[in-house]
């Protein structure tokens, strides 16, 4: 048996990044043969095609077979994995309402795509911006598939999080766990260190020793860092973040496919945990159980965490209803 995976935007930057890894088995391990379908728009064929060269230059064992094409039914035809990548940029001047239209006419099509023509067990990964109204809209329009079938990414942002951390402590990134994301992957995501811990000691008590005041540094300096990674990387590399995003990807597909030993973050449906609307896809801590994401349940939120959760759920709320307006859910 293969899987057969999906992955629009194949000819962009985090689709070269992509690609490669997932056809040497760092996605679903040594054991699983792959088969690819390269989805693009047609100006995006070329580059796609070129991957795909590329790709049967590498002679990968693991690869069964590569397609490109640039219609949905055909691309999305039998596939259990879809990592939906390719999505519409801001451009000059566009308001966030027309950036939310545009990506609307992207990913209410794609999620009608899957319903139509991919395999029963589908699951859907959501890279493109804005990544979790994308996946909310995907998932509406994706008539007989459980929405929690559909996720965002917000892994990228857990691994940063952990890395500033283990810099921050001068401690190994792999001693550092429990750091959730909450909400949107935006700006006014909430990184949560509340219950994470430094080879298993709790990392407020680490930072206390290292840091005059653990809430002013995590106000002003660890979560605008965190949250405003993006926008550092393209300032520093001019480009915006390729390689560290495929590999969230990797992560993400990689630990809904096989199971976590530990909490992780994932955008998934919610069903009204911690207050937040049923419907919307939030970022919150998870774990992977059965080929299921879970939502860890019962954690204790500070008064400043819960106002933090509320602030990037009401940004969510606002791009599903401005999605609402334009009639799309
Ligand atoms: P690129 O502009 O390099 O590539 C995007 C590709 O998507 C292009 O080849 C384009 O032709 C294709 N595309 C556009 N519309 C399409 C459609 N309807 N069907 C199929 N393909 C389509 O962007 P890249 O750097 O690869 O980034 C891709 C997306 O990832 C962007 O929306 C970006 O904002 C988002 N990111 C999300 C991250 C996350 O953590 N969730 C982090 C990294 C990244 O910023």
């Known amino acids: 048996m293969a899987t057969t995976i999906t992955i629009t935007g194949a000819g962009g930057q ?17 054991d699983e043969k792959v088969r690819l379908r390269l989805l693009e728009i047609p100006q995006g064929l070329k580059a796609a095609e070129g991957a795909a060269l590329e790709l049967q230059d590498c002679a990968f ?31 000059p001047g566009m308001e966030r309402a027309d950036l939310l239209a545009a990506n609307a006419g992207i990913f209410g099509p794609q999620g009608a795509a899957i319903a139509g023509s991919a395999a029963s067990d589908v699951r859907v990964t959501v890279v493109g911006n804005p990544a979790n109204t994308n996946a909310l809209i995907a998932a509406a ?59 298993g000691r709790p990392v407020l008590e680490a930072l206390a020793e290292r840091v005059d005041d653990v809430e002013a540094w995590l106000e002003q300096t660890f979560i605008p860092r965190v949250a405003k990674r993006g926008a550092e990387i393209i300032e520093v590399r001019g480009s915006s973040s390729v390689a560290s995003a495929a590999n969230a ?10 199971g976590t030993d530990d909490w992780t973050s994932a955008g ?19 774990r992977s159980v059965d080929g299921r994401w879970q939502i860890v349940e019962g954690l204790e939120l500070s008064a400043w965490a819960r106002g933090r959760i509320d602030a990037s759920v009401a940004e969510l709320v606002a791009e599903r209803d401005a999605v609402r307006a334009l009639g799309v859910l």
Do not use: K
């Open 61 to 91: 064992d693991l690869l069964e077979s590569v397609e490109v094409t640039d219609d949905a039914a055909t691309g999305f035809d039998s596939c259990n994995l879809a990592l939906l990548v390719g999505a519409r940029p801001r451009g």
């Open 14 to 30: 985090i689709g070269y990044a992509l690609l490669f890894r997932i056809a040497a088995g760092d996605m679903l391990g040594q």
């Open 141 to 199: 329009s994706a008539d007989g598939i459980p929405p929690e079938r559909f996720t965002a990414l917000t892994r990228l942002d857990e691994n940063r999080a952990r890395a500033q951390l283990a810099a921050a402590l001068d401690a190994p990134v792999s001693a550092i766990r429990r750091v959730p994301i909450w909400g949107n992957h935006s700006a006014t995501q909430f990184p949560d260190v509340t219950h994470a811990t430094v080879d």
């Open 249 to 258: 990807t990797i992560e993400h597909t990689r630990d809904w496919v096989h």
């Open 268 to 286: 998934v449906v919610s069903n009204g945990e911690y207050g937040v609307p049923a419907g919307l896809v939030s970022s919150f801590p998870v």
